[in-house]
């Protein structure tokens, strides 16, 4: 097709090739960026989890070096689980207790709203140690 004078630009059928272009790339990139963002908010629930976990087996360590009971210890770190603070704004909701492990069952992010921007999580637990195994080890092992 020849051009004539100063005649420049797209065709009809080009402009809309690139519109159906984009409007199939955001039909597919759109969905995947709020699936990405729950996930990404799942698993920083999941690192507060990880990180109260962490602060009662700290708190059960250090109660038992400074000469506490076991179960002086346990009680020490449960506090932690029962009424955790500064874990950068997030609250967790725990179920009750069963064999000493807590099932984590929602966690509120930074500024969220009860009920509407709630995380909900499975399969998250904190344990708390357990007094009734032995401790010991053996004195001659072999």
């Known amino acids: ?33 709020y699936d990405l963002q729950k996930e990404a908010q799942t698993k920083a629930a999941m690192a507060v989890v990880a990180e109260v976990q962490a602060r009662v087996n700290l708190k059960f360590g250090q109660e038992i070096l400074h000469g506490g009971s076991c179960a002086e210890a346990v009680t020490a770190a449960e506090g932690l689980v029962t ?9 967790l909701t725990t179920g009750t207790k069963d064999n000493n492990v807590y099932t984590v069952t929602k966690a509120l992010p930074p500024g969220g709203t009860e009920g509407t921007d709630e995380v909900s999580l499975t399969d998250a637990k904190i344990s708390l140690p357990d007094c009734t195994q032995a401790t010991d080890a053996p004195a001659n092992p072999s």
């Open 83 to 91: 009424s955790p603070t500064d874990l950068g704004g997030w609250k």
């Open 1 to 33: 097709m020849r051009k004539d004078r100063g005649q420049q630009g797209f065709t009809l059928i080009e402009i809309i090739s690139v519109l159906v272009i984009l409007g199939i790339l955001a039909a597919v990139a759109v969905p995947k960026y």
